[in-house]
């Protein structure tokens, strides 16, 4: 230990060394941020605006646009800056800290999904005691449970980092620092670590996922006994969005990380994990916006009237010109 160099920062190696490449990927990976914030901003901002979106599940949709663009924000921006630096590098503690992001809103995420399969839950299973049960101080408990839990999740998962040494390579075969990649670089025992990442995976990872499933097994089941084809088309489309955004997040997250846990990382596994670190987020306001009629209806209003505004003010433009 007396003879290695103590590593102070990584090397991310990124999606391709391909320079032409590199700037091509800038732009799409830009696009996709830029839709991702675009997205999930207007989904908050028309949540906010409008009273008759003031409900329970719209309130979790809200925070759950606000994590997407959080946790988007975790691998992205440091992602464009290497698309146009030569040195591709983060220090230590950039990792750590990306680390403990990336733990903190995914669990946030996990939790709130979790929620919002109770939420239906509850309006289909016992609608008539929905307003009692989900009231606004359920909710808000709801919420504040889940940020809770995605900060144990990360600190967990984080502090055991400062005590171990980085001394083999500072080449991370990844564009960003997911928690196994960077253990494979330490020179320290990390056994305590792995177990870790089993634990916290066992009970924030698969607890919420469970919940979200019995939800839906019970969702399904009253649903089905429901009668009048009409009414299943009805109570099903309530939940149809968050049950997609839900397969997407889980399926494509746990593919994602089980393949990100290998030692040897291929193309193929950084290109997959695209899928639920940056894509995912970017879906979820153009699932809910496509699959719920009345964000869709009130998103065409705001911005049939803003259009109406904008071409009312360039009429009185032209007037005041030729005046």
């Given at each position: 230990?007396e003879?290695q160099t103590?590593?102070k920062?990584?090397?991310?190696?990124?999606?391709?060394?391909?320079?032409?490449?590199?700037?091509?990927?800038?732009?799409?990976?830009?696009?996709i941020?830029?839709?991702?914030?675009?997205?999930?901003?207007?989904?908050?901002?028309v949540?906010?605006?409008?009273?008759?979106?003031?409900t329970p599940?719209?309130?979790?949709?809200?925070?759950?646009?606000f994590?997407?663009i959080?946790?988007?924000s975790?691998?992205v921006?440091k992602?464009?800056?290497n698309?146009?630096?030569?040195?591709?590098?983060i220090?230590l503690?950039?990792?750590?800290?990306?680390?403990?992001?990336?733990?903190?809103?995914g669990?946030?995420?996990?939790?709130?999904?979790?929620?919002m399969?109770?939420?239906r839950y509850?309006?289909?299973?016992?609608?008539?005691?929905?307003?009692?049960?989900?009231n606004?101080?359920?909710?808000?408990?709801l919420?504040?449970g889940s940020?809770?839990m995605?900060?144990?999740?990360?600190?967990?998962?984080?502090?055991?980092?400062?005590?171990?040494?980085?001394?083999?390579?500072?080449?991370i075969?990844?564009y960003?620092c997911?928690l196994p990649s960077?253990?494979?670089?330490?020179?320290?025992?990390?056994?305590?670590?792995?177990?870790?990442i089993?634990a916290?995976?066992?009970?924030?990872?698969?607890?919420?996922?469970?919940l979200?499933?019995v939800?839906?097994?019970f969702?399904?089941?009253?649903?089905?006994?429901?009668?009048?084809?009409?009414?299943?088309?009805?109570?099903?489309?309530?939940?149809s969005?968050?049950l997609?955004?839900?397969?997407?997040?889980?399926?494509?997250?746990?593919?994602?990380y089980m393949?990100?846990?290998?030692?040897?990382l291929?193309?193929?596994d950084?290109i997959t994990?695209i899928?639920?670190?940056?894509?995912?987020p970017m879906?979820?306001?153009l699932i809910?916006?496509?699959?719920?009629r009345?964000?869709?209806?009130?998103?065409c209003?705001?911005f049939?009237e803003?259009?109406?505004?904008?071409?009312?003010l360039l009429?009185?433009?032209?007037?005041?010109?030729?005046i």
């Amino acid at each position: 230990m007396e003879n290695q160099t103590v590593i102070k920062e990584f090397i991310l190696l990124g999606l391709s060394s391909d320079p032409r490449l590199q700037m091509i990927l800038f732009f799409v990976f830009l696009i996709i941020y830029a839709a991702t914030l675009l997205g999930n901003s207007v989904i908050i901002l028309v949540i906010r605006a409008e009273p008759s979106l003031h409900t329970p599940m719209f309130f979790f949709l809200s925070h759950l646009a606000f994590v997407d663009i959080c946790f988007s924000s975790v691998t992205v921006p440091k992602m464009l800056e290497n698309f146009l630096r030569q040195e591709k590098t983060i220090s230590l503690v950039g990792c750590i800290t990306q680390i403990f992001f990336f733990f903190q809103f995914g669990c946030v995420e996990s939790f709130l999904l979790s929620t919002m399969a109770y939420d239906r839950y509850v309006a289909i299973c016992d609608p008539l005691h929905y307003s009692t049960t989900i009231n606004k101080q359920k909710c808000r408990q709801l919420v504040v449970g889940s940020w809770v839990m995605g900060l144990l999740d990360a600190l967990i998962n984080t502090l055991p980092l400062m005590d171990l040494t980085f001394c083999r390579h500072s080449a991370i075969n990844h564009y960003t620092c997911e928690l196994p990649s960077v253990l494979s670089l330490s020179c320290s025992e990390a056994l305590t670590n792995y177990m870790l990442i089993l634990a916290s995976s066992s009970i924030f990872g698969f607890t919420p996922m469970l919940l979200t499933l019995v939800s839906y097994s019970f969702i399904i089941s009253t649903v089905l006994k429901i009668r009048s084809a009409k009414g299943r088309s009805k109570a099903f489309s309530t939940c149809s969005s968050h049950l997609i955004v839900v397969c997407i997040f889980y399926i494509s997250g746990f593919f994602g990380y089980m393949k990100s846990s290998s030692k040897s990382l291929t193309g193929l596994d950084r290109i997959t994990s695209i899928q639920y670190l940056i894509l995912t987020p970017m879906l979820n306001p153009l699932i809910y916006s496509l699959k719920n009629r009345e964000i869709k209806t009130i998103i065409c209003k705001r911005f049939g009237e803003f259009r109406y505004s904008a071409q009312l003010l360039l009429c009185i433009e032209v007037k005041m010109q030729n005046i």
